[in-house]
């Protein structure tokens, strides 16, 4: 129910937008956020957005390179990536939460970003 796109393939230093919408089944979302899984890793948080109040969160290696942004009221979400590193190759996911607490209900299918050195 959730659509990610905009992965592909850059090199070092470039920027890539990602996207994300909701399709199908509507649904109220409460955070919406940015998850990546590289080459032999786990999944790992990367950003997220909670609509109530516009706080924004990410994971200290994306710090000050990375922007989420998006809609809640339609539920997308986008992530900004610039000054790409070779360490940010992985599939990326986006996630929604409809609740405070607890885990994320809704996933996309993930995009894959491949930066080059």
């Known amino acids: 129910q959730l659509q990610a796109y905009g992965g592909g393939l850059v090199q070092a230093w470039d920027s890539l937008r990602l996207s994300c919408a909701a399709s199908?089944?509507?649904?109220?979302?409460?955070?919406m956020g940015w998850f990546r899984q590289g080459p032999g890793k786990e999944r790992e948080f990367v950003a997220a957005?909670?609509?109530?109040?516009?706080?924004?969160y990410y994971t200290d290696s994306v710090k000050g390179r990375f922007t989420i942004s998006g809609d809640g009221a339609k539920n997308t979400v986008y992530l900004q990536m610039n000054s790409l590193k070779p360490e940010d190759t992985a599939v990326y996911y986006c996630?929604?939460?409809?609740?405070?607490?607890?885990?994320?209900?809704?996933w996309g299918q993930g995009t894959l970003v491949t930066v080059s050195s």
């Open positions: 996630g929604a939460r409809t609740s405070p607490t607890g885990g994320y209900e809704y």
């Open positions: 199908g089944r509507t649904f109220s979302s409460h955070v």
């Open positions: 957005i909670k609509w109530s109040g516009g706080n924004t």
